[in-house]
């Protein structure tokens, strides 16, 4: 039955070649009696008759002529014999696979629907694909017998082709298949739902010395034949089919081609014509639709990855806080030890200074009479004792002053983290918005195709984005507003760290000149001191303790070098923190703009959508005269289409071209639409 088929097959040898006149008187008769079929098909038929009777006479011939004859000269004519009858079967299926897939593409555009496995130009199609598989098999021996089917081959797509992996293992796992031949079909089902059977064949037979090992060198699928066949195949993308293969019986199916699905009148052809022009048309709009919906898509995953470079800064901003709170923690820790430091320090000096008292009283006793000058020097250094206690109650002022700006800081900090939070909220509220947009743009996608009722639907879901964007723009100008308040307290933060620092400064000086002025008394001590050694050691001594505390003074202002270098890094974060403000500022700022170029778009999907369903394109024959100016058309006065509308106008009134979305250079456009279409332009531009 499949070599019955392949011969039959060559029905289709001449469907893109003129008709030949009858050669006979009977072929003139059948064409007399058929005078209601179109000549094209009715020489198909005849072919078809024509090419059995020939194809089987020459073998007979060419049988007896080869038992007659020599055997190198039978050899010779057989083989030419053979490939030109090989080649008359590889240009026949592959006619033949035109005229299927045209007739297929044909009744699904006008069905209008996805199509079902009881189709019948679907069944047609396979099984005239099944023969352009089966031409030209090699036999394979095997255990049960020799084996001849397309399954081998279609196996080998599954190394060529990664994405055919799950159709191989689908077909492998059905549990009604039994032979390599119905999983060959189910194959073909497959692929074709998937709509990358011309992919997967073309993968195929780009590898021709994988082919070899299946087909022979005379078949169609080693020779330019398949590659037209692959190229007729990227048609089928348009078909949707939905095929059950649950239940069905591929094993045991036999593919009979049918040609009455081919033959058609006359009247039936201009028609068909006709809906091809029409069908033409629409695949051509649905065509920039799916080019404007990827346009869309693409500038939606670029606002995806500024949003993950946004949530990168932000995870970046979040750590560093984490470390300055680090930071402060320590130096928090620093100005506790520093603390217990100067009280151990005041405790210590206040023992000395009670020994000292009671040692200087000692002395006051046993030399008033003698020394009454010491009395007044002794007076002198209780007063500057005094003076040195009312300083070290100030520092520690001035420490709790350090302590109280420090809270002030970390509450400055916290509310920076609030701010960061609030902007990872904002952001993620963002996100779900841009994935809310694209299902709104693929359900938009899927409507196009629906009835007029659904434009109804699209202009809500549009007044919900725009109620979304201005959303967006209140929490945007949210943003801003605390934004500048955080400046602001930035600001009055540093204005009282410039002044506790001039503070510091002159209280440092003050400090300098008391202890230069200590230092002359001291020395001036020493010398009227070293009169009496005994009175002198023990002055030495409380010197010495004096010299100590210095000494320790010196140290803490040391460690407010040291504390004033931190406040200094500090400082520095806060720069780096405004600077990441301001480019997040920035980054919103160009999402507004991606968003306001997104409502353009939509507003030309509108448009778009308004031409292909409200806009009806008027045909030459309904119309006599001008829409605008009513004057009759004649030889001078010729009609045009507006591009816009779809009237019909004469020159005058058309002479305007402008740039539509649904056309991508400037058309020709009537003077109504000429203007109302730069006032929209105008009034978008504003």
Excluded at 355 to 378: A, C, I, N, P, W
Excluded at 629 to 638: L, T
């Amino acid at each position: 039955m499949a070599d019955e088929a392949e011969d039959l097959s060559g029905a289709a040898d001449e469907t893109d070649r003129e008709t030949e006149p009858p050669s006979s008187p009977a072929a003139s008769g059948r064409g007399a009696e058929d005078g209601g079929w179109s000549t094209p098909i009715l020489s198909l038929a005849r072919k078809a008759s024509e090419t059995l009777t020939a194809n089987y006479g020459s073998a007979l011939k060419s049988a007896a002529v080869g038992f007659a004859v020599k055997a190198s000269s039978s050899d010779n004519t057989i083989s030419k014999n053979v490939n030109e009858h090989v080649k008359t079967e590889r240009v026949n299926l592959m006619n033949m696979m035109k005229l299927s897939i045209k007739v297929l593409i044909q009744s699904a555009l006008s069905l209008g629907r996805t199509l079902d496995a009881d189709y019948p130009p679907l069944q047609q199609f396979f099984v005239v694909m099944e023969q352009c598989l089966k031409h030209g098999l090699k036999v394979k021996k095997t255990f049960l017998g020799p084996n001849k089917s397309f399954w081998g081959p279609l196996e080998l797509v599954e190394k060529l082709c990664p994405e055919a992996a799950e159709i191989a293992t689908s077909v492998r796992d059905l549990p009604g298949l039994k032979t390599p031949v119905g999983r060959g079909r189910a194959w073909l089902n497959l692929a074709l739902m998937q709509k990358k059977i011309a992919d997967y064949l073309k993968a195929l037979i780009d590898r021709k010395d994988l082919l070899s090992e299946f087909y022979d060198p005379n078949a169609l699928m080693m020779h330019d034949e398949g590659a037209v066949i692959v190229g007729l195949l990227v048609g089928l993308t348009v078909i949707d089919a939905n095929l059950c293969l649950k239940g069905e019986d591929l094993d045991s199916q036999v593919g009979v081609i049918d040609f009455s699905l081919y033959l058609k009148d006359g009247v039936q052809y201009s028609s068909d014509s006709k809906q091809d022009m029409e069908l033409t048309k629409i695949l051509d709009q649905k065509h920039y639709v799916e080019e404007l919906n990827r346009h869309l898509s693409g500038t939606v995953s670029d606002l995806q990855s500024k949003l993950d470079s946004l949530e990168k800064t932000n995870s970046k901003i979040i750590e560093e806080l984490a470390a300055a709170n680090d930071r402060i923690q320590s130096l928090q820790e620093e100005q506790n030890q520093l603390k217990q430091e100067n009280s151990s320090i005041l405790e210590t000096s206040e023992r000395r200074q009670e020994v000292s008292r009671q040692d200087s009283e000692v002395e006051l006793e046993t030399y008033k009479q003698t020394r009454q000058g010491l009395d007044e020097m002794y007076n002198e250094v209780w007063k500057q004792l005094k003076e040195e206690r009312k300083i070290r109650m100030e520092l520690e002022k001035e420490l709790e002053l350090q302590m109280s700006l420090k809270q002030e800081m970390e509450i400055a900090m916290k509310l920076l983290e609030k701010d960061t939070h609030e902007k990872q909220d904002t952001l993620v509220a963002l996100r779900q918005q841009l994935e809310e947009v694209k299902a709104i743009n693929l359900q938009m996608f899927h409507k196009a195709k629906n009835s007029e009722g659904s434009t109804q639907q699209k202009t809500e879901m549009i007044n919900s984005l725009e109620q979304k964007t201005n959303q967006m723009i209140d929490a945007t100008k949210q943003m801003e507003e605390r934004l500048q308040q955080s400046e602001q307290t930035r600001h009055l933060v540093e204005e009282k760290n410039r002044k506790i620092e001039q503070e510091f400064v002159s209280k440092i000086e003050n400090l300098q000149h008391q202890l230069s002025e200590l230092d002359k008394q001291r020395s001036i001590l020493d010398s009227e001191l070293k009169a009496e050694k005994e009175q002198r050691q023990s002055l030495q001594q409380q010197l010495q303790q004096e010299r100590d505390v210095t000494s320790q003074l010196k140290a803490q202002l040391q460690q407010k070098s040291g504390l004033e270098k931190e406040m200094q890094k500090l400082r520095d974060e806060k720069k780096q923190l405004q600077k990441i403000c301001e480019e997040q500022e920035q980054a919103l700022q160009e999402m507004g703009l991606h968003l306001s170029q997104s409502k353009l778009k939509m507003e030309d999907f509108k448009e778009v959508n308004k031409a292909l369903k409200g806009n009806a394109w008027l045909k030459d024959d309904e119309a006599t005269s001008c829409k605008q100016c009513e004057k009759e058309f004649s030889i001078s006065r010729r009609k045009h289409h507006c591009r816009n509308c779809g009237d019909i106008f004469c020159n005058n009134c058309s002479s305007n071209e402008l740039a539509l979305p649904s056309y991508p250079k400037p058309v020709r456009v009537c003077d109504t639409c000429h203007t109302l279409l730069l006032q929209r332009c105008s009034s978008n531009a504003s």
